[in-house]
């Protein structure tokens, strides 16, 4: 099993920046391929990012693109997502998800294990 907590999402103008981070825990990380994913109200999860298990690829939904930036520390078990340039469109719940298979990064259905989420807004 893994356990995956995120933290530092909040409430920003827009313009503005946020940095999430996802603390993994109950199995080696580095073995992990990992993702961010959100969901707004009455809207389908939808992927933001995913990154290897060495930092060796990044993905990205087309919408992210240019301005948020997936990164992971595998020393400190840790997956953060820089968000800059935040609009309105972006608020949602976020998501860390967990892949211990080899399934494509921007799937749903590829990830074994999930965050409780943690809630972005981004004001006008």
């Known amino acids: 099993q893994v356990q995956l907590v995120e933290s530092g999402g909040g409430l920003v103008q827009a313009g503005g920046s946020l940095r999430l981070s996802c603390a993994a825990s109950?199995?080696?990380?580095?073995?992990?391929?990992m993702g961010w994913f959100r969901q707004a109200p009455g809207k389908e999860r939808e992927f933001v990012a995913a990154?290897?298990?060495?930092?060796?690829?990044?993905n990205y939904a087309r919408s992210v693109k240019g301005r948020f930036t997936i990164s992971r520390d595998n020393a400190k078990n840790t997956v953060y997502l820089q968000m800059t340039s935040l609009n309105p469109e972006d608020t949602a719940v976020y998501f860390c998800a967990a892949d211990k298979g080899y399934g494509i990064p921007g799937y749903v259905r590829s990830y074994d294990y999930w965050g409780q989420g943690t809630q972005v807004t981004v004001s006008t």
């Open positions: 109950g199995r080696t990380f580095s073995s992990l391929g």
């Open positions: 990154i290897g298990r060495s930092s060796d690829s990044t």
